[in-house]
Nanobody, 120 residues
Framework: QVQVRESGGALVQPGGSLNLSCTVS????????MGWYRQPPGKQRVLAAS???????VYEESVKGRFTISIDNVKNTVSLQMNNVKPEDTAVYYC??????????????WGQGTQVTVSS
């Protein structure tokens, strides 16, 4: 079994900073990719940033230069440092992880989501 747990969502003022964290636990053998998706009110869930265990990162265009994703391969933890946040960053942020389990099966799991609200 795999658990994906996020933390760090909060209310933050425009121009402020926030750090989201997500940890994968359970019978995990190896993590392949971890990422953060976000779903603004009334819109679809889209990728914000993702990273491989080799450190190769991908960013959605609107967050480039403001968000930084990082991974700790020992702790199976991914973080998203959000700087200079804007009201349009308001969304539920979901952590996603893929990898393999100790029984050689694969996992593709989502966290429960954490709310980020950018408002003055």
């Amino acid at each position: 079994q795999v658990q994906v747990r996020e933390s760090g969502g909060a209310l933050v003022q425009p121009g402020g900073s926030l750090n989201l964290s997500c940890t994968v636990s359970g019978t995990v053998f190896r993590v392949y990719v971890m990422g953060w998706y976000r779903q603004p009110p009334g819109k679809q869930r889209v990728l914000a940033a993702s990273i491989t265990t080799h450190g190769e990162a991908v960013y959605e265009e609107s967050v480039k230069g403001r968000f930084t994703i990082s991974i700790d391969n020992v702790k199976n933890t991914v973080s998203l440092q959000m700087n200079n946040v804007k009201p349009e960053d308001t969304a539920v942020y979901y952590c996603h992880a893929t990898g393999s389990l100790i029984d050689n099966s694969h996992f593709n799991n989502w966290g429960q989501g954490t709310q980020v609200t950018v408002s003055s």
